[in-house]
């Protein structure tokens, strides 16, 4: 008995090894292949990040959000002067020095030659979004891009309402005259809640609707199943109800920070990351489905200890990340550029 034992144990353990091996080898393969980019000081980069350059080179709109955080060269000083073109953002008010050691950060993009990716300053941001009418509607997380974006172009932030107030006062509208921008804001927790509201959306459709669901479901209920057919209704709604013309963007809240939003407890980390991926499972996300990914949960994760806000939102330096992204994906857009 000790023999069979021993022997299936052996057998297991061989089995374990080769399995390992196999395992190994797949992960060397980029490297065998030489499919990695050259990276400068990349240290947060995983290995498969530098063979999406490769994956995306022929499709811009996936492009627009390939890159990766790297640290910057403790030699080089932190200024936006002479900051090249394919670094999008560089995280100078966070920046700090430990140990005789720059942990200064940018988000660069990989190389694309065809794409003409490049961080846009002020006035082309403002060009990006001119005569445009722009629609949030989704939890803290839109609220704190819209006010990101509302400021990029010169408009008003939306300041939090009493979560008493009924839901009509959780909305805001602005026209910002210099630019002819017109913004709205609707204020909501879950994906049944968008969902009412597209199905009563009477004015002009806009130019642009960005969206987000997902935490407050995980926050106050914790059924990924009754969270995907609210999900799937969603969907159903903006596939009827929402033309084409309104260019879509799906919004993935950033990980929380254990750290820092200790007391979360019903908001657990690691299902943010679960409950993200059900928009992407049902095909809400391009190139499956009609909406742009803004992944914030992908763009924070690699840069959490000082990109997390408070433990729950992101920090300006990934909402500037997110917008240059936003900007650049609409110029690849057929229709938005002036
Ligand atoms: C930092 O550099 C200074 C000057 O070179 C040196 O005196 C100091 O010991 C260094 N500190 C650490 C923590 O390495
Ligand atoms: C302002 O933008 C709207 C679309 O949002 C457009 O219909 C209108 O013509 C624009 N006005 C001017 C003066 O360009
Ligand atoms: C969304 O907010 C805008 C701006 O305040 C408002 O005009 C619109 O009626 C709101 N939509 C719904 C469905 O409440
Ligand atoms: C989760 O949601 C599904 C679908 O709404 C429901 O059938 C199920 O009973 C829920 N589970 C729990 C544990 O509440």
């Given at each position: ?73 403790p030699s080089v000083e932190i200024s936006w ?145 009754d969270y995907t057919a609210q999900m799937l ?66 763009l924070a994760l690699d840069c959490l200890p ?33």
């Amino acid at each position: 008995m000790v023999e069979v034992a021993n022997a299936l144990h052996i057998a297991s353990s061989t089995t374990s090894l080769l399995t390992c091996l196999v395992v190994l080898l797949y992960m060397l393969h980029p490297v065998l292949d030489g499919g990695s980019l050259p990276r400068p000081i990349g240290l947060l980069g995983s290995s498969s990040s530098s063979t999406r350059g490769e994956r995306h080179q022929h499709d811009c709109l996936l492009a627009v959000s390939d890159g990766w955080w790297q640290r910057t060269d403790p030699s080089v000083e932190i200024s936006w002067a002479n900051l090249p073109s394919h670094i999008a953002v560089r995280n100078t008010k966070d920046a700090f020095v430990a140990y005789n050691e720059s942990l200064a950060y940018q988000w660069a993009w990989h190389p694309h030659s065809e794409c003409h990716i490049q961080r846009r300053d002020r006035p082309e941001v403002r060009q990006v979004f001119g005569n445009k009418r722009l629609g949030f509607i989704g939890d803290s997380h839109v609220r704190y891009f819209h006010n990101w974006v509302a400021t990029a172009l010169g408009g008003q932030e939306y300041s939090k309402v009493d979560s008493k107030q009924p839901q009509i006062k959780h909305n805001k509208g602005q026209h910002i005259a210099p630019l002819n921008v017109t913004m709205a804001v609707n204020m909501t927790h879950l994906a049944s809640e968008i969902q009412a509201y597209l199905e009563e959306w009477s004015e002009p459709w806009p130019d642009l609707l960005l969206m987000d669901s997902s935490v407050w479901h995980l926050f106050t209920n914790k059924n990924i199943s009754d969270y995907t057919a609210q999900m799937l209704g969603l969907l159903h709604t903006i596939k009827s109800r929402v033309p084409p013309s309104t260019t879509l963007v799906w919004l993935s809240p950033p990980p929380r920070h254990a750290i820092k939003a200790p007391h979360y407890v019903d908001l657990p980390a690691e299902w943010i990351r679960l409950y993200n991926r059900v928009a992407v499972d049902l095909g809400f996300t391009y190139p499956a489905g009609p909406a742009h990914h803004l992944d914030l949960y992908t763009l924070a994760l690699d840069c959490l200890p000082w990109c997390s806000r408070e433990g729950l939102h992101v920090v300006d330096t990934v909402n500037e990340l997110a917008l240059q992204i936003l900007a650049n994906l609409l110029l690849q857009i057929d229709g938005w550029s002036h």
